[in-house]
C-alpha cells in the first residue's frame, strides 16, 4: 500500500510571510498531484509534476518533485488570505495500474491572517 | 460546460438506514472515481470505473458499500444499513482520460456531507 505523508497538517500564518508544505513517501510515484480545496467544494487541481527534480511555478506558488519521484514540496511566497484552503497532495501508482488511480496525503489546512 | 455534480448535497440519515448519493460526471469523461473525506482530512479511495471494465472496487471499506455506474455515465454509490462512522463527505470526479494514462487530470463534484445519527 502507498502512502503519503504530508506535513504540517496544520499552519497559521501572517499576510506576507512565506511557507512550505511537504510531501513524502517511501513509494515511487509517477506524477504527483497538488490540489487546493476550499469549504463545501471539492479539490481543484493546481499542478502536476511529471519529471524527477521537476519545478514548476504557478505565479507565488513553487512546487517541486523529488529527483527520485517519493516526495514533493509546495512553497507560498507572501501568502494572502486567498491563499487559505485545504491543499493536497496526491501520488499516481508507478507500477503497473496506470489508470490514475490517486493515493492523497493527510492534507494540510492553511490559514492566512491579514 | 457544466462540472461534476451531485446529489444531494447534504444527507442525514438514522443508523441502519440505506442512502443513495449520486454523480453526474462531466459529458463524455470515461472514468469515474468515489473517494470519502474526513473533515479537513485527505481523500480515501473508494471505487473506480473505466468504460465497460470491471470496476475497482478495492478501496470499499466493507460490503454495506456499493456503486453503480448506468450506460457509463451517472454513477449511484449506496451504503446499506448506515453506521455513525460512515458520516463523511462522499466525492466524485470524472475524468477524461482513460486506462493506462498515469495522473490523469480529475475533476470533482461539490461533494454530499453524510452524517448518520
Known amino acids: 500500500t502507498q502512502l503519503l505523508e504530508q506535513s504540517p497538517q496544520f499552519l497559521s500564518i501572517q499576510e506576507g510571510e512565506n511557507l512550505t508544505v511537504y510531501c513524502n513517501s517511501s513509494?515511487?510515484?509517477?506524477?504527483l498531484q497538488w490540489y487546493r480545496q476550499e469549504p463545501g467544494e471539492g479539490p481543484v487541481l493546481l499542478v502536476t509534476v511529471v519529471t524527477g527534480g521537476e519545478v514548476k511555478k504557478l505565479k507565488r506558488l513553487t512546487f517541486q518533485f523529488g529527483d527520485a519521484r517519493k516526495d514533493s514540496s509546495l512553497h507560498i511566497t507572501a501568502a494572502q488570505p486567498g491563499d487559505t484552503g485545504l491543499y493536497l497532495c496526491a501520488g499516481a501508482d508507478a507500477g503497473g495500474t496506470s489508470y490514475g488511480k490517486l493515493t492523497f496525503g493527510q492534507g494540510t489546512i492553511l490559514t492566512v491572517h491579514p | 460546460g457544466a462540472g461534476v455534480s451531485q446529489s444531494p448535497s447534504n444527507k442525514v440519515t438514522e443508523k441502519g438506514k440505506d442512502v443513495e448519493l449520486r454523480c453526474d460526471p462531466i459529458?463524455?469523461?470515461?472514468?469515474l472515481y468515489w473517494y470519502r473525506q474526513s473533515l479537513g482530512q485527505g481523500l480515501e479511495f473508494l471505487i473506480y470505473f473505466q468504460g465497460n471494465s470491471a470496476p475497482d472496487k478495492s478501496g470499499l471499506p466493507s460490503d454495506r458499500f456499493s456503486a453503480e455506474r448506468t450506460g457509463g455515465s451517472v454513477s449511484t454509490l449506496t451504503i446499506q444499513r448506515t453506521q455513525q462512522e460512515d458520516s463523511a463527505v462522499y466525492l466524485c470526479?470524472?475524468?477524461?482520460?482513460?486506462?493506462?494514462?498515469?495522473?490523469?487530470?480529475?475533476?470533482f463534484g461539490p461533494g454530499t456531507r453524510l452524517t448518520v445519527l
Open positions: 459529458s463524455g469523461h470515461t472514468a
Open positions: 470526479a470524472s475524468s477524461p482520460q482513460g486506462a493506462g494514462v498515469a495522473g490523469g487530470t480529475q475533476y
Open positions: 513509494s515511487v510515484f509517477s506524477s
